[in-house]
């Protein structure tokens, strides 16, 4: 039977057979590699397949209709330049002086809050918004001024860009003394109500039991986007007599935002004992993830568990009175709110409770998995592409357009008008922003930071990695982390176990071996898109070997000011890997190097043999040229297009990428001009050396008077990392670019590698 079902599949139509395999993962497709020539050479020949294969190992995903032989070319040109970590194109660019701590980076847009109305700057009523360029889309980049009509400021934002929507919390009057919120769901691209939302402001009254509130308690805010649910983490300042007292607490709350509609609320579990009178509530949340759009990730610090929660739907809620109101049940109401479903709680490792416990918990992980493809679904009316020269007309029409901006809704930046096909170019490939390539929605990563209160010398902060199908795997296949149940295996406390309201409950051992802890904190502190699908990015300081003289003498003499620092200091930027195929691809490197090679492939190969699907990759980029030349049915390519795909592989051309150099050395104006075009400096080109992969192999951390026992983790990544002269503010990634925020003569600026 096997024999016939192979001769069926090696006898189909060549394009028949290649439509078959672009249908199978990467480990059926590594199998057909090795299980005989037929497959092998249509692996090899097939334009298709490569690409296929491309984004399977990559986890990346693509819903460009560019033909297949242009996506191979952009698609191994952008990997190989991400795993040597040598871009195809690096600038500076100067920030607004004006812009708060808010800040957004979701695919290629970095937005951070702006003021301008307020004469100081503190109020936030406005967003610069930087969509950074891109090698992969070959698309320069903009900038714009997005305003929204009427409305007095606000505390926080965030964006899901593929849905057009800025949600934004309400900055809250100064004598309002109760603890009520409003969130205004606008669109992006006009800064108007968002047309799909029902109800285009959120209300949520936070509990508050104060007798006799004088004024407005202090509040943070965590806010996330995933499809249609819209979570806001309400974190009420820690250091006040009422939250001592739990007068006012912490309250995660989730809306369907096109409806309104409410599906959870929780402020954490109800305790056995009261203080002052008042039911006190144990684990608030302080971090939340969404896992997907019907699940949710929370963590407290009082036991710094992981829970992971079903959100209940909207139509089991029809018989409550806020669903599709906008409003949050009001605290003491009749209908109580809908509560998270509790499945699975993943616990960390256990600490000494005598000399340790934990401060501060932080889960990230980006893009929301609900989000992509990418890009812009709407562009803004009237953005153009900066012209690479700049002209007495675009000033003026600069200068025009800024005081409308402080009246109209998003003030645009505008180029200057070409001739109609340049312009009628701009405008098409506008309205095409989506990412070429973006992380698919399974491929993530979670990052959990600590800080702990601990004795000196020992370890102040943890960082735990665990990737998103581990967590899922516990909530929809929890017999995999279960022990057997023969009869003679013992129950330790390091087995998993359901608890008396039929949760899930996997002690740290349980499931360290899939996660990866490390007692390094993220550095620089402040900003937290570090991480982005697989990919993780932190930094360290070090001196370069040609500098560390002049340091040692510079600082006996006791001249270590912050201008010496900067010229004697660099940064080295790592980016953690934690895709599986990378893993496995250099692992199987390194035993190639020093190991016997793998079996030949061929039609001998013995059944049952270890399939080595890492070598596909290793296949992919030798022979990429091979494959660029020929397309699905082995015809020759037209020259026109061998030329296209050529230039793609170069990247972006520092002369034609749509920004204006600037070398000017003049301080930048007090305010954005809204119609200015987007300035970068290019500085001179540094070679730098292919970035070296070391592979972190499963390691244990000390126990050093912190954990009850030595801990041990599992999970593996590949470390790749390159060196950025000076100091770093902050440090961001995303699917094509390393961002790091810079301070030069106290003005703020992104020097962006893009990849």
């Not at 606008?186 to 009254?205: E, I, K, M, N």
């Not at 089991?316 to 109401?333: H, I, K, R, V």
């Amino acid at each position: 039977m096997r024999t016939q079902t192979q001769t069926q599949l090696v006898n189909l139509p060549p394009e028949l057979l290649i439509y078959v395999l672009a249908q199978l993962d990467l480990p059926a497709l590594a199998a057909c590699h090795q299980v005989c020539k037929l497959l092998h050479n249509t692996l090899l020949t097939s334009t298709l397949l490569q690409y296929r294969t491309l984004l399977l190992l990559h986890a990346l995903s693509s819903s460009s209709l560019l033909p297949t032989h242009t996506l191979l070319s952009r698609l191994q040109a952008h990997t190989s330049r991400w795993r040597r970590l040598l871009p195809g194109q690096s600038y500076t660019h100067p920030l607004p002086p004006n812009t708060g701590s808010t800040y957004e980076l979701y695919g290629s847009l970095f937005v951070r809050g702006l003021a301008i109305s307020s004469p100081r700057g503190t109020a936030t009523d406005a967003l610069h918004v930087l969509q950074l360029p891109s090698a992969v889309d070959e698309r320069p980049g903009r900038e714009w001024i997005w305003r929204a009509p009427g409305t007095q400021g606000w505390s926080d934002f965030t964006l899901s860009p593929s849905e057009d929507l800025v949600a934004l919390v309400a900055k809250r009057p100064a004598s309002q003394s109760l603890p009520r919120f409003e969130i205004h769901l606008l669109t992006l691209s006009s800064g108007l109500p968002h047309p799909s939302a029902r109800s285009p402001v959120l209300q949520h009254d936070c509990r508050d039991t104060r007798p006799n509130p004088q004024r407005a308690a202090g509040y943070s805010y965590l806010l996330q986007i995933c499809g249609s649910s819209l979570a806001c983490l309400f974190l009420p300042r820690e250091q006040t007599a009422e939250y001592v007292r739990g007068e006012i607490g912490e309250e995660l709350v989730i809306w369907d935002w096109r409806t309104g509609g409410v599906r959870a609320v929780y402020i954490g579990e109800s305790a056995d004992y009261t203080r002052g009178g008042k039911s006190v509530w144990a684990d608030p949340p302080k971090t939340f993830s969404f896992l997907d759009e019907e699940t949710i990730l929370v963590a407290g610090t009082d036991t710094g568990a992981l829970e992971i929660c079903t959100i209940p739907s909207l139509p089991s809620l029809s018989s409550n009175s806020s669903a599709g109101s906008g409003s949050s049940p009001a605290p003491g109401s009749a209908s109580p709110p809908p509560q998270l479903i509790k499945r699975v709680r993943l616990l960390l490792p256990p600490l000494r409770p005598s000399n340790a416990a934990i401060l501060s918990i932080l889960t990230r992980s980006d893009p929301s998995p609900g989000e992509g493809p990418f890009g812009l679904k709407k562009m803004p009316e009237g953005v153009r592409f900066a012209s690479s020269s700049s002209s007495a007309s675009a000033s003026t029409s600069a200068s025009a357009s800024t005081s409308a901006a402080a009246h109209a809704g998003p003030a645009l930046s505008a180029a200057p008008a070409g001739s109609p096909n340049e312009e009628g170019e701009s405008e098409k490939k506008a309205e095409s922003s989506s990412e070429l390539f973006y992380p698919s929605p399974s491929a993530r990563l979670l990052t959990v930071s600590l800080s702990l209160d601990s004795p000196p010398d020992t370890v102040p902060d943890l960082t735990i990695f665990v990737l998103f199908s581990t967590l899922l795997v516990a909530l929809h296949s929890p017999e995999k982390f279960l022990p057997s149940p023969s009869p003679s295996h013992k129950n330790t406390a390091a087995q998993a176990y359901y608890d008396a309201s039929s949760i899930l409950v996997l002690p740290w051992p349980a499931w360290s071996a899939h996660a990866r802890i490390t007692d390094t904190s993220h550095e620089p502190h402040g900003y937290v898109c570090y991480t982005h699908g697989y990919r993780y990015i932190t930094s360290s300081l070090f001196i370069p070997p040609h500098l560390q003289a002049q340091a040692q003498q510079a600082g006996l003499a006791g001249l270590l000011a912050p201008d010496l620092l900067q010229g004697l200091i660099s940064t080295r930027v790592e980016v953690w890997d934690f895709n599986p195929a990378m893993v496995r691809r250099v692992r199987w490197e390194q035993e190639q190097a020093r190991g016997p090679p793998s079996p030949p492939h061929a039609d001998e190969v013995e059944p049952g043999a270890e399939v080595q699907w890492e070598e596909l990759e290793q296949l992919v980029e030798e022979g990429v040229e091979q494959w660029l030349d020929t397309d699905e049915d082995g015809s020759e390519e037209d020259d026109d297009e061998e030329e296209e795909d050529a230039d793609a592989d170069e990247g972006m051309d520092e002369g034609t990428d749509g920004f204006e150099e600037d070398d000017s050395g003049s301080e930048p104006p007090a305010e954005v001009d809204p119609g200015a075009q987007v300035p970068v400096v290019f500085g001179p080109s540094t070679p730098r050396v292919p970035a070296v992969e070391q592979l972190l192999v499963p390691a244990t951390l000390l126990a050093q008077d912190v954990f009850v026992d030595p801990l041990q983790s599992g999970l593996s990544a590949v470390v790749r990392s390159m060196e950025v002269p000076g100091l770093l503010s902050g440090l961001f990634i995303d699917g094509e670019r390393v961002i790091m925020l810079i301070k030069r003569g106290g003005r703020e600026m992104l020097k962006v590698d893009v990849f």
